[in-house]
């Protein structure tokens, strides 16, 4: 049946179906944020990829990683309002 | 989703809800022993017809009642203290959505690719087709593909709210200015309703959650369509 006695599950049952690794993909896990709340982890990477671009230039491929990272994790309002601030002078952290 | 006189959960479709549910489940057959066994143990004390006159001290039976419901939490915790890690674990999501709480309707962002916003809505009783359910319906669903994980990125953009969907297990607050992951690997298709469960203003019972779980072929269509047009509904 569905639902065992132990409460376990085969092990299959924790991957991602094969199918949608080809079509789908995301920000992966960032070790260096561990906790439920990943707002840091979305600053984080946000500062990072811009930090990336001014030290490597724009076209430099690895910085990417850090853009797609932040683009998936941070609300777009939060983006937003830093992208004004940099524009601005005043975003709160050294890029 | 919930129905009339529902006395349990909702059906799970995760594998957490499942697990939860059963371990539930269980707690709920201990009790009842428990509550059965002391219930019999009142009523025949009441009975008046045991006497215990002759018995002052008995060691063993003291040995025997303090080790036995020690045991039994013991028991109990067994597969609480598994549940706690086993819903924390975390597996490789493959789709990110962010639902942001307003004041009052939901908005759910999805990023992976392009940029994908829209709000939801709840659909007016006056302005309701027949059959649809009354403070539930909206106008614009959510849309994950399932047997998929996909990581649920909660917040708010004033007040506090609450994202939760009782057939998935999930129940996050959304804060503003915090930003709290669920993941959630659902595993069947279907439509599943929740409600905002945090007092939010005057419309906190009039944003509800609506996810479609489809196919992760049709998953990544409808994002492409998405992105490439504007959403009419």
New interface residues.
Partial sequence: SFIRFSGKYPEHTHKNDPKAEELLSTAKFDARFQMCNQDKACWQNYVDYFRCIKKKGEDYEPCNWFKKQYQALCPGFWTERWDEQREAGAFPAKI | MSYWCQMYFQNGVT?TS??VQ??FGMYCVVLMLIFVFVMFSVLLCCSGSHQFIYMLTDHNLERIWGTVPLLILVFLSW?SM??LYVLS????????V?C?GHQWYWEY?Y??FA?V?YNSYMVPEDELKLGEPRLLTVDKSMVL?????C?I?T?S?DVVHSWTVPAFGVKSDAVP??????SV?V?MPGVFWGQCSEICGALHSFMPIRVEVVS??L??KWLWILQSSVWEG
């Fill in positions: 594998f499942m697990r059963w371990a597969p598994g549940l674990e975390l597996e490789t999501p493959l789709v990110t962010k942001i962002e990023t992976d940029v916003s593909p399932f047997s998929v994980w990581r990125l917040t953009f200015g915090r930003l709290s992951e669920s690997k595993e992760a072929e998953f990544s």
